[in-house]
């Protein structure tokens, strides 16, 4: 099975992404775009968007970029800075690129914007990458 596509198969039926709605709309070596739309129950005390739920959403890039390349890659590290707030009903998109790889490592940006192109969030994750051997 071409290697894409066995990703694209993991995806589908990992339960935590599908209950928040986050579909994948590219996938390539080194390169993932998925999208959610904010939820009212996604929302914090403040009416806008949780932290937590942005965070999913650009880690679940993180994941679907770093593991394109056939290894198993597994997140060291994953930073975040909130730069504007996500509004209810909102469809947010993260786009996961790498950045360096090695035969171990890998090293992603993961940018969280609205369709309209605003910038919610930048993310730059590490991901320890293991032979399947």
């Known amino acids: 099975m ?3 596509q066995e990703i694209k198969d993991k995806f589908a039926a990992d339960p935590f992404p599908q209950y928040l709605g ?3 709309l590219e996938l390539a070596p080194g390169y993932a775009r998925v999208s959610m739309c904010l939820q009212d ?3 914090n005390f403040h009416g806008i968007g949780h932290g937590g739920a942005i965070f999913t959403l650009a880690d679940t890039a993180l994941g679907l970029a770093s593991n394109s390349h056939g290894d198993p890659a597994l997140a060291l590290t994953v930073t975040i800075n909130y730069l504007t707030p996500a509004l209810p009903g909102s469809k947010l998109l993260a ?3 790498q950045e360096h790889l090695t035969r171990r490592t890998g090293v992603y940006r993961v940018t969280v914007t609205t369709t309209d192109g605003e910038t919610i969030a930048l993310a730059r994750g590490n991901v320890y990458r293991r032979s399947k051997e």
Request: aromatic share 0%; no cysteine; net charge negative.
């Open 2 to 4: 071409d290697q894409l």
């Open 41 to 43: 129950s996604m929302l």
């Open 22 to 24: 986050i579909k994948l």
């Open 95 to 97: 786009t996961a690129e």
